[in-house]
């Protein structure tokens, strides 16, 4: 079992930056890839970004490329997006999630372990 706990959202202006933790807790977290998706109101969840259980493969959104980061610190059983230059249209609930393999994905669906997701709102 993993559970997940985001944090580190909030109100913050375009242009400006924010970084998201997700603590996970559970003996496999160093063998788990992590995701990060996003749910805006009235829209479906979609992919933000994924990185492998060594944190040497990434993965992003054409969206957020150039601007977020994913990394992870095994040793914290710890995952972080750092948001950068953040736009209005970044406005969403940000969530974590985790699946028990080594290699990330795109997918909602391949993840098996989800957070209860942290509130970004980017005002213009």
């Known amino acids: 079992q993993v559970q997940l706990v985001e944090s580190g959202g909030g109100l913050v202006q375009a242009g400006g930056s924010l970084r998201l933790s997700c603590a996970a807790s559970?003996?496999?977290?160093?063998?788990?890839?992590m995701g990060w998706f996003r749910q805006a109101p009235g829209k479906e969840r979609v992919f933000v970004a994924s990185?492998?259980?060594?944190?040497?493969?990434?993965d992003y959104a054409d969206s957020v490329k150039g601007r977020f980061t994913i990394s992870r610190d095994n040793a914290k059983k710890t995952v972080y997006l750092q948001m950068n230059s953040l736009k209005p249209e970044d406005t969403a609930v940000y969530y974590c999630a985790a699946r028990s393999t080594l290699l990330g994905s795109r997918h909602s669906t391949e993840y098996t372990y989800w957070g209860q997701g942290t509130q970004v709102t980017v005002s213009s």
């Open positions: 990185i492998s259980w060594s944190g040497g493969t990434t």
């Open positions: 559970g003996r496999t977290f160093s063998t788990n890839a």
